[in-house]
């Protein structure tokens, strides 16, 4: 017999199903709570709702695990490229060797973006941030790619797929180069994904691209540590953006919304910023973790904390190590790296941070390699934006796939009751 979970009020019993996950994670289903007790669960911020299953990424807050369809992020990271990455999660199973270069020789065949997109970024100012920039050129793709995606069409979801993986490197690229007032260029097929990113990104117009594969390891890395996380705010808005049935390229630019902000994928940068201001102030961190501690200032340790790790942030781990290898391998010596050392030193001290399980994660080092790799501060949530697009199209395909229905959830209404109108001469 299935385990249920009985909840009683007002003298009534009613019993739901216990769903269990396949590791282990439990969960009751209250699909017919409303239904049967006239009653909705209230829960701001979805601390204690699953609002999908999903076999994409699992996530162990408590152990520090994250595995991408049951391959841990330590394994991946180590040994796979983001493409093969990209390729598990949205479909499901490692490539193989032949799956992955026609993978690649697809995406390639697409990496082109129509000319007058190019009169659209023309029309922002060089100093539009490059979050909003980006989040407007991938709805505005739809409008050269118009053909609404026929999801029972494993065909058309797969070309659809192609073409925003092929496209968004180009849109990340010409956005830094905006910014840079550099020309917009197109990359160079015969390159890896990763590399051809990196090149569209940098190639100065006089100057032949030179490859580094420290800079493109690194990069690989940093994409694959980003690539997808469960239902987080970005991907939940992509999902329930999708759950409109709004096609694939309008719920992607939901998400890198979404992700903008610093409380999400915006930390990067904020963590830079503030690794910078500290510097500027003397390198006294102490001081500011004084300022995150104290409740009547607004200040917070940007890089620190998360909703779902409360003992280490595994995708930290990495990148902290990673930091190290890349300002080694390429002769950096930033003095920002020792002030984030310094402070996550002290904060992993500090009886605040324990008490609270506050720990570093995934964007407070990123942002010291990304500076490492040349990439400007305000490109670092756009690179963000760039390792999470296979994750959010997973989470949109499968959703599609599993025909979930239109996200929209319940509230509990406590503005005034019932009022007669009061004419305008009367207020
Ligand atoms: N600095 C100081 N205090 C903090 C911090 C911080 N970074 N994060 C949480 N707290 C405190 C918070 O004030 C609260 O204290 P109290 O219990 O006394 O009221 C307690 O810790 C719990 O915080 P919360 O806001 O209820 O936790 P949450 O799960 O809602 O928020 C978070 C998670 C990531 C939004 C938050 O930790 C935060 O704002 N961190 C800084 C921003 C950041 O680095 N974001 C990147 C997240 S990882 C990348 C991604 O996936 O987007």
Not at 72 to 81: R, S
Request: hydrophobic share 40%; charged share 25%; net charge neutral.
């Amino acid at each position: 017999m299935k385990d249920t979970a009985t909840l009683e009020y007002n003298g009534k019993k009613y019993e739901f199903p216990v769903v269990e996950g396949t590791e282990k994670e439990l969960a009751i289903d209250i699909k017919k709570l409303r239904s049967s007790t006239g009653m909705i669960t209230l829960d701001p911020g979805y601390k204690n709702t699953g609002s999908c299953e999903s076999a994409i990424t699992y996530l162990d807050g408590e152990k520090g695990i994250l595995r991408y369809r049951g391959y841990n992020i330590e394994e991946l990271a180590e040994k796979a490229d983001f493409l093969e990455v990209a390729y598990l999660l949205i479909f499901g199973e490692l490539p193989s060797k032949k799956e992955l270069e026609q993978f690649h020789a697809d995406i390639t065949h697409e990496s082109h973006v129509d000319e007058e997109m190019k009169k659209i970024i023309d029309g922002f100012p060089k100093s539009a941030h490059p979050m909003g920039v980006l989040s407007s050129l991938t709805s505005a793709l739809i409008a050269f790619n118009p053909t609404s995606v026929n999801i029972s069409s494993e065909k058309e979801m797969y070309h659809a797929i192609i073409r925003i993986m092929a496209k968004f490197p180009v849109l990340v690229a010409w956005t830094m180069r905006k910014q840079k007032g550099l020309p917009l260029e197109y990359g160079d097929d015969s390159l890896g994904y990763v590399e051809n990113l990196h090149k569209m990104m940098f190639k100065r117009p006089n100057k032949e691209y030179i490859k580094n594969k420290v800079v493109i390891d690194a990069l690989d890395q940093l994409l694959i540590l980003h690539a997808d996380h469960e239902q987080n705010c970005s991907t939940s808005t992509v999902r329930i953006t999708g759950s409109s049935h709004a096609g694939l390229f309008v719920s992607l630019s939901a998400g890198i919304s979404a992700l903008w902000g610093p409380l999400h994928g915006g930390a990067n940068q904020a963590v830079l910023e503030m690794l910078e201001a500290i510097a500027e102030d003397g390198g006294d961190y102490k001081k500011y973790m004084e300022k995150a501690k104290d409740k009547d200032d607004p200040f917070r340790l940007m890089g620190f904390g998360h909703r779902v790790y409360k003992n280490f942030d595994p995708r930290a781990k990495i990148i902290k190590k990673a930091a190290d290898g890349v300002l080694g391998d390429l002769g950096i010596e930033d003095p920002i790296l020792e002030i984030a050392k310094g402070l996550e030193k002290v904060a992993l001290e500090d009886k605040y941070f324990v008490d609270r399980k506050l720990y570093p994660n995934v964007d407070f080092y990123s942002g010291i390699i990304y500076r490492a790799l040349g990439i400007p501060t305000e490109m670092f949530t756009v690179m963000f934006a760039m390792g999470r697009l296979p994750g959010w199209i997973a989470q949109w395909r499968e959703m599609r796939l599993r025909g979930e229905p239109i996200g929209r959830p319940r509230q509990i209404y406590i503005g005034e009751n019932q009022r007669p109108f009061v004419a305008l001469n009367k207020r």
